[in-house]
């Protein structure tokens, strides 16, 4: 009789490793890409989220002070406006400037703003551009051809216009990957009331 040894199984083979390394790998692959997506994905948001509050604090500025104003003026560039501003404590001057840097600058002051140039401006948000855009027409599929408004010619697109008592508002506030648009019309109410106090 023959006499036949049991095959021993007690172990993996190098080629059983091979396989095991390679789907562990590809699985450890697929947590990574989820790992990195997942924070893009809260950057993004954070982002957002930071542009959204720096709009919110410019929409509350700006909307304020022209809605109590009793006369404002622009710049020639469309970038500055200034308005006298009608408040419980009196008349003040107040200003708004986006800078060719990005910021949007805030000044008060109890005497005239300059509409170009001066100091004593406050920075109270960062990577702001000017966004006011007009309809010019259609494109070739129909759809309205929107054109950047540079009324000056200098390149820069307006964040300033006016019609009447009407301020007309674009901007574009980036913070990281997050950009929140914000356009607006806000019409100056205190026209009329007798002050005085020039404020440019």
């Given at each position: 009789?023959?006499?036949?040894?049991?095959?021993?199984?007690?172990?993996?083979?190098?080629?059983?490793?091979?396989?095991?390394?390679?789907?562990?790998?590809?699985?450890?692959?697929?947590?990574?890409?989820?790992?990195?997506?997942?924070?893009?994905?809260?950057?993004?948001?954070?982002?957002?989220?930071?542009?959204?509050?720096?709009?919110?604090?410019?929409?509350?500025?700006?909307?304020?002070?022209?809605?109590?104003?009793?006369?404002?003026?622009?710049?020639?560039?469309?970038?500055?406006?200034?308005?006298?501003?009608?408040?419980?404590?009196?008349?003040?001057?107040?200003?708004?400037?986006?800078?060719?840097?990005?910021?949007?600058?805030?000044?008060?002051?109890?005497?005239?703003?300059?509409?170009?140039?001066?100091?004593?401006?406050?920075?109270?948000?960062?990577?702001?551009?000017?966004?006011?855009?007009?309809?010019?027409?259609?494109?070739?599929?129909?759809?309205?051809?929107?054109?950047?408004?540079?009324?000056?010619?200098?390149?820069?697109?307006?964040?300033f216009a006016r019609t009447g008592?009407?301020?007309?508002?674009?901007?574009?506030?980036?913070?990281?990957?997050?950009?929140?648009?914000?356009?607006?019309?806000?019409?100056?109410r205190a026209v009329g009331e007798?002050?005085?106090?020039?404020?440019?």
């Amino acid at each position: 009789m023959m006499n036949v040894r049991a095959r021993d199984d007690d172990g993996i083979t190098l080629i059983e490793v091979i396989v095991y390394l390679v789907i562990s790998g590809m699985f450890l692959a697929l947590l990574a890409g989820l790992f990195v997506a997942g924070l893009r994905a809260q950057t993004t948001a954070t982002d957002l989220d930071s542009a959204t509050g720096a709009s919110g604090v410019v929409s509350s500025s700006l909307q304020s002070g022209i809605r109590n104003a009793a006369a404002f003026a622009l710049s020639d560039d469309n970038q500055t406006v200034v308005a006298t501003v009608i408040a419980d404590d009196g008349p003040s001057c107040r200003g708004w400037r986006v800078t060719a840097d990005g910021d949007l600058l805030y000044q008060r002051s109890s005497s005239a703003i300059p509409l170009t140039g001066g100091s004593g401006w406050t920075a109270i948000a960062h990577g702001v551009v000017g966004s006011l855009s007009r309809v010019d027409g259609t494109d070739a599929d129909g759809a309205p051809k929107i054109v950047p408004i540079d009324a000056d010619g200098d390149g820069r697109t307006d964040a300033f216009a006016r019609t009447g008592t009407l301020l007309q508002v674009g901007m574009d506030i980036k913070v990281g990957d997050g950009t929140v648009a914000w356009t607006t019309g806000i019409t100056a109410r205190a026209v009329g009331e007798g002050v005085t106090t020039t404020c440019w």
